[in-house]
């Protein structure tokens, strides 16, 4: 694997599995890989590092985006996801590029939002500090899409993402109903490029309005429904629509919560790639408001300007659907194959 960017292997294993060595040697040809029996050895030996680790908690063969990591050496370009315990409660929050916390959320079995606790954790040299205090127990680790198995990991394809409403269909405050759908059909061409290559297309929405009250969940089911199928109609498919109903200053009580499902947070992004095997690199997301840019590794988000101020968007600002469609099949590499 050719990089400029070095960072070393650190596994617990019991080392007698020759098979998990041979995979981490494989997976990472030129990186150093140390091996430990126990983990506190493995912690501070890190502790003692001064180079970025990847650290393999315990034999785990799941394989996730390796590629893009080492590809997107930045490595202050992502999310990272910090594991911490509070009074005794296991909880995560995610940091931002300047490492301050964005999003706080308790712990919920062992799945949260879409990230998945994988064993697998990316620490940069610079917070080997935090890492020795002992207030942070846990582990700092970047909740790429984890696949169920590395054969599946091959097999993993970009996407496209798109936000709902605004880029689909016309943005009608607290749309809910069927008669106030106004679709686009200028995104038909861009879904088709992509159903064409046989990669996903998926829907990521925000719908606080059942928080708010304004509607139920069952009518953003409907709303999603006929867009489906009038797709559908137009000979273009879409995989699956994700919606977030949680607003934490919602006002009915068990949708006001904090998530990190909601966008600009990349639970439902996590949750569609470990669903269909998405790989982030060549993966595309579109929106109309900077709120649906997921400013996780890989992915490249995209807005189209509709009616939301786009000034100081980090990403690229188109004002048609054509313009987004030619960015894309110039700056993609599809042909390869996945
Ligand atoms: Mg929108």
Redesign the pocket.
């Known amino acids: 694997m050719e990089t400029n960017y070095f960072f070393q292997i650190v596994a617990v294993s019991n080392c007698a599995s020759k098979r998990f060595i041979n995979y981490l040697e494989e997976m990472f040809s030129g990186s150093k890989i140390h091996c430990f029996s126990e983990g506190e050895e493995a912690v501070k030996f890190i502790n003692d590092s001064s180079i970025d680790t990847l650290y393999f908690s315990r034999e785990n063969f799941t394989a996730f985006d390796f590629k893009s990591l080492i590809k997107n050496g930045n490595k202050k370009n992502f999310s990272t996801i910090l594991q911490i315990k509070v009074n005794g409660d296991e909880e995560f929050v995610q940091l931002d590029k300047n490492f301050l916390i964005v999003n706080k959320t308790v712990m919920d079995g062992k799945t949260l939002d879409g990230y998945v606790e994988s064993g697998i954790y990316f620490i940069p040299q610079e917070l080997n500090s935090l890492f020795k205090i002992n207030l942070f127990e846990g582990v700092i680790g970047i909740p790429l899409p984890v696949y169920s198995s590395s054969v599946e990991y091959f097999k993993s394809r970009p996407a496209l993402f798109l936000?709902?409403?605004?880029?689909i269909n016309k943005?009608v405050a607290y749309l809910h109903e069927v008669k106030d759908i106004v679709i686009f059909d200028a995104i038909i061409p861009v879904i088709k490029f992509f159903n064409d290559k046989k990669l996903p297309v998926v829907v990521l929405?925000n719908q606080s309005g059942v928080a708010r009250g304004k509607f139920l969940e069952s009518d953003v089911l409907k709303v999603n429904q006929h867009i489906f199928n009038y797709f559908i109609k137009k000979k273009v498919f879409i995989d699956r629509f994700y919606s977030c109903p949680y607003m934490e200053s919602g006002e009915i009580e068990a949708y006001a919560k904090k998530t990190l499902n909601r966008k600009p947070s990349p639970g439902m992004l996590f949750q569609a790639c470990g669903d269909f095997f998405i790989k982030l690199d060549g993966s595309f997301m579109i929106?109309?408001?900077i709120s649906?840019a997921i400013d996780v590794l890989g992915l490249t988000n995209i807005s189209i300007q509709?009616n939301?101020d786009l000034a100081g968007a980090q990403h690229h600002v188109f004002s048609s659907e054509s313009e987004i469609l030619a960015y894309i099949k110039a700056h993609c590499d599809y042909s390869a194959g996945p």
């Open positions: 936000d709902r409403d605004g880029v943005d929405t929106g109309d408001k649906d509709r939301y």
